[in-house]
């Protein structure tokens, strides 16, 4: 493929955040995270082509910046659902039942930890101590933190409708 | 009543604060003293002589890590960095989100003092992904910064220019480690460097540079404001200031409160989090995160310094305590920190990459009843060849032996009768101790 072609799969907007990030760095590899960030934020997540392209634009190898986006946990390399939620899986939130909690939520949603539901809404995933341990225990959906989760909190965060087709409440 | 440098703007609503209420509460006055009528080298003597010790955990004197970074020509030409590590993931922590949220002009503040005594031009803040509410408080902090010439050229009408970047992280857990930090901002992989060189000599791009902990740098102003004296009184102890102190787990009021150091164990734990939930008793707690050794009931009146808890045999840390009680499992505690550091390895070293998937089966096969009675010794050899400093190339993996070889001390029993009776004693509430 040509050089221009691979630049091309970045959108305008895109180019144009990456080159914020370019313009205070010493060089052009440098915003690796911060383009995969960037590209992911429009797109929900890292496509071999966005991936090639980017390498291409931040003069690198497409190997190296695979590798780099593999490293971290929040850079998406297989599409996830529209909405990500990520369960606190660390110590604070085990002693307060988080297991149960995302028992109860890989149940409502027919998925398991790393999954995403057929129809596209949900991905469930593990995640890192959130810090917020003292509303243990906690999950984020999207950018929202839910805390001081219990059965019946979940059951309103996620309740059923009559189709398949599980919504995701405000807090209760 | 006691002085609270750090939370003053912080209420119980947790509102923001924005520019103009931080300087009518006083903000900016430690800025401007250290920029308009102080030398860099006088302010790094003041925070020598106050005792600042790094509050990310390892407890490192601020001021000795300061004072290695080349100065004037020694430096020679290009940039030299401050970092704030605001990668607030240690399991169990939640202090540095408080301080981000509630008041990110103190965290700016306290960076712009520490990057003018080492001379840096450029600042970051390293800031976990999850942590959005924080990245809002502190992007339009900083525009705010800028707007009222705290930031960018001429400072406050001095010659003094500094630069300062929000950097969103994108996880994983070893990025705190500062030279791991400091690759994932140069848009590598986080794994750990070698050290010598120290970042202070060589770090971000090959520069000086220094990594501090937010709570760390919400301190620098206070200390160049008020003074090294004032700083010192604050402590109970032998330790410097204030701390946040945490504590979760089944306790009535889980939270966060900014304490004199070295305040007991047992006021935090009663006092501040209301003590035990009812039906539950204590067994033992990790003093300041998922990477520090248990304590127990004997440990409640020793004060939180960081050599105090050092000599108990275990750490600080991040002076936020995890509270184990006798509903929970102890193995089926540690299997839940030892699966937590084996999955944020970055698998640079064999110890780590290897040696702690190994520990969380030999812990699984325990907490499910299928562990075997050499498999005691089998846990204690990897503690003991893991859990060696030198080891590995860096903290993670001893850090990760902390609560498994001290819980093998303190709950051995329970390890014990996992394995002769072939199932969790605590499943069925009849059999818990």
Sequence with gaps: MKQANLISALSDRELADIDKEIAHAPYRCAVAIDALKIVQQYRGWVSDESLRALANYLEMSAE??????????LIFRKPVGEKVILVCDSVSCWIKDSDKITRQIAEKLGIGLGETTPDGQYTLLPVTCLGACDCAPVLMVGEKLHKNLDGDKIDKLFSAGDSAVVKLGEEP | MTDRPLTRNIGPDRTPTDLAAYELNGGYRGLRKAITAMSPADCLEMVKESNLRGRGGAGFPTGLKWSFVPMGEKAGPGHKYLIANAD??????????????????????GMIVAAYTIQADVAYIFLRAEYFDAERQLRAAIAACYEKGYLGDNILGTDYRLDMYVHSSAGRYICGEETALINSLEGKRANPRAKPPFPQVSGLWGRPTIVNNVETLCNIHHIIERGADWFQSLGKGEDSGTKLFGVSGRV??????????GTPVREILEVHAGGMEDGYKLRGFLPGGGSTDFLTEAHLDLPMDY???????????????????????????????????????????????DGLPWSAQVLDDIESGNGLPEDMATLQKQARFIGAIGNTHCALAPGAMEPLNSAMKYFREDFERHIEGKHCPYREPENRP
Aim: include cysteine; aromatic fraction near 8%; hydrophobic fraction near 35%.
């Design chain 1, 64 to 73: 190296e910046l695979e590798g780099i986006a593999t490293f971290y946990n």
């Design chain 2, 307 to 353: 050599d105090v808890i050092g000599k108990a045999g275990s750490r600080m840390g991040t002076g936020t305590m995890i509270i184990l009680d006798d509903h929970t499992c102890p193995v089926g505690m540690v299997k839940n920190l030892v699966e937590f550091f084996a999955r944020e390895s970055c698998g640079f070293c064999t110890p780590c990459r």
């Design chain 2, 252 to 261: 009535k009021n889980p939270g966060c409160w900014e304490l004199p150091m």
């Design chain 2, 88 to 109: 607030e993931m240690e399991p169990g922590t939640f202090k540095d989100r408080l301080l981000m949220e509630c008041d990110p002009h103190q965290l700016i503040e």
